[in-house]
């Protein structure tokens, strides 16, 4: 673990990001990303903010949730509502942010009571809250019912969506090695033990639990802002499962499997565009033979980590050094 | 010495089965207490009992805190804990996916410090503190002689040293008293041995209060000052070792009675 903010990784992987940022950039100044491309690669942002988010409440804490994609919604609707009203960057972050506080108060109340109980009641409870949240988004005036909302500014540009994802990953990361992290993954690998050790179960699994929605209704908010149309059809259960997917298919309780894990579903979804209904069916498939061939996931908990590759290398390096004295 | 866990007529009731009865207790700070008695006499009830895992049915369970006597019959586990009970367990609960220091590190909650905006911030009060917290865990790990394998995976460990590892995360946590669950279950006479070492050790220099449950009776009666004796949910006899040995009803407990 990194001793401090300015720790050898942490330089490392600011350059990293930059370079990666720069890069990106370049070549869709370039033309070589065609408009086609860059909204494939938007969407990826997006899911890899959805799915480290998921991961965070699914992998770390253990508590199975269904309902993602109904605080997207809520983020979507929240920034599409205010950015139609105040269309300039300071209604979408007056957007973002409303989309937080109605997003947390809605995890609050349906965590609070669920998550004080052992088993599956919050997949059960999120699942109904998802759907409760898009019926009350089709019948609404505000939000122009089954119709959707059209019109919404494009204001999510490429930094945006860039920011918005090493953000997202950042938290995640940051919270999984901290103390609430390892409480969270005690309570998943052993909620009695949790308890006993002194940890308020309850209490950090809403946490991981709201954390994960506020995201949830980031990624929902800068989605709204850059393809103009919203619709409740958006966020049906389905949106759930694709997300769950990525975060099962990469292997739960690790941040860098669900990023790519998002990457790869990204870049299949955009082959397999044409054939929309048998995309279902290949992710059906696909999540059965995982659970039969390998259960924990493509990377399982594997975790990357810079500062171990750093020390391999240092490692390897210094045996060939030595060995050259030794031979020399 | 004064008395620091008192129990008065502590029943816990399973439907029509009374899994513990009318217990009634006195730990004085700085003892060692045995709590023996036969397969299903309740042992492990009464530990869950005094640690949360379960609502006593009935009676009392008093802990003297800095702020006077306080009922902590029914509390939940971690409260408990945070007011300084800690235990072990019979069949052993450790964060499997952890290495053995994550371990301790988790069971330090409450004495971090920090919350979650400064772990997400990572502001200098978050690498203080965890500094601190990794080298109060080494210690730990140093007094269980785990230190050297800190960064395998606790379910790596073999058994002997999972158990080690059940007491350093306890210890973690700051206990006044320590509940010690069969801690020499499935060890060798050897490893026992050592274990009894361990425990005067740990309680010499942690300043504890230590109960335990155990059927291995060179460690009970080397160890324990007093032993209380549970069967069939009832307590039918405590005393220091040598009385207990003589004590007529806990030898037809063990042995049965003549015909």
Redesign the interface.
């Known amino acids: 673990m990194s001793k401090n903010l300015l720790s050898r990784t942490n330089i490392i992987w600011t350059v990293l990001v930059l370079v990666l940022f720069a890069l990106m950039t370049l070549l869709m100044q370039m033309g070589i990303i065609n408009s086609y491309y860059q909204s494939v690669i938007f969407n990826i942002c997006i899911n890899i903010i959805l799915a480290v988010s998921l991961n965070l409440i699914v992998g770390i804490c253990g508590q199975f949730s269904l309902g993602h994609a109904g605080f997207m919604a809520i983020g979507a609707y929240s920034a599409g509502i205010i950015t139609k009203m105040i269309p300039n960057y300071w209604g979408m972050l007056l957007g973002i942010l409303v989309g937080f506080v109605i997003s947390t108060v809605a995890a609050l109340i349906v965590s609070i009571p669920t998550l004080r109980l052992k088993g599956d009641y919050l997949a059960i409870a999120t699942l109904g809250f998802s759907e409760i949240i898009r019926i009350c988004i089709q019948n609404m005036k505000i939000t122009n019912g089954a119709a959707g909302l059209t019109g919404i500014p494009q204001l999510t540009t490429w930094p945006i969506f860039f920011f918005c994802m090493i953000l997202a990953i950042m938290i995640c990361t940051s919270f999984v090695k901290s103390a609430p992290g390892r409480a969270c993954i005690a309570i998943n690998d052993d909620e009695i033990a949790a308890e006993a050790m002194g940890i308020n179960t309850t209490r950090f699994k809403v946490i991981a639990f709201v954390v994960g929605a506020i995201l949830a209704s980031l990624a929902g908010a800068i989605m709204a802002n850059y393809f103009y149309v919203l619709t409740p059809g958006q966020f049906t259960f389905n949106r759930s499962i694709d997300i769950l997917v990525m975060v099962v298919f990469g292997g739960m309780g690790s941040m860098s499997a669900s990023v790519i894990a998002a990457i790869l579903i990204g870049l299949l979804n955009m082959y397999l565009q044409q054939f929309t209904d048998l995309r279902m069916i290949i992710y059906g498939a696909a999540l059965v033979l995982m659970m039969i061939f390998r259960p924990q996931g493509i990377l399982g908990t594997w975790e990357f980590s810079l500062e171990k590759l750093l020390e391999k290398w240092k490692a390897r390096a210094s045996n060939k050094g030595s060995r050259r004295r030794y031979y020399g | 010495m004064a008395e620091l866990l008192k129990v008065s007529s502590l029943s816990k009731n399973f439907g029509g089965l009374a899994a513990v009865s009318g217990i009634n207790m006195s730990i004085n700070e700085g003892e060692l207490i045995g709590l023996i008695g036969p397969n299903g006499a309740g042992k492990t009830t009464l530990f869950n009992l005094l640690?949360?895992?379960y609502t006593p049915s009935e009676g009392l369970i008093e802990l003297e805190t800095t702020q006077g006597k306080k009922q902590i019959g029914g509390l939940?586990?971690?409260k408990i804990?945070?007011l300084g009970l800690?235990?072990t367990?019979q069949n052993i609960?450790?964060?499997?996916?952890?290495s053995v220091l994550?371990n301790v590190?988790?069971?330090?909650?409450?004495n971090?410090g920090?919350?979650?905006p400064s772990?997400?911030l990572?502001t200098a009060k978050?690498?203080n503190?965890?500094?601190w917290?990794?080298e109060k865990a080494e210690e730990y790990l140093k007094d269980v002689g785990l230190y050297k394998k800190r960064f395998e995976a606790a379910d790596n460990l073999p058994y002997g040293e999972q158990r080690r590892l059940e007491i350093a995360?306890?210890l973690?946590?700051e206990p006044k008293i320590l509940f010690l669950d069969e801690p020499a279950a499935g060890m060798n006479p050897q490893e026992t041995a050592e274990l009894t070492d361990l425990i005067d050790h740990l309680r010499k220099k942690y300043n504890l209060t230590v109960i335990l449950i155990e059927h291995d009776m060179s460690l009970v009666m080397n160890v324990c000052e007093r032993i209380y004796v549970l069967n069939y949910g009832k307590l039918i006899a405590s005393g220091s070792p040598e009385e207990i040995q003589n004590n007529e009803f806990v030898i037809s407990a063990y042995l049965g009675e003549e015909i």
Do not use: N
């Open positions: 640690t949360g895992v939940a586990p971690y804990t945070e800690a235990r367990f609960r450790l964060f499997k996916s952890m994550d590190k988790t069971a330090m909650q409450k971090v920090y919350g979650v772990a997400l990572r978050f690498y503190a965890e500094r917290v990794e995360r306890a973690a946590t």
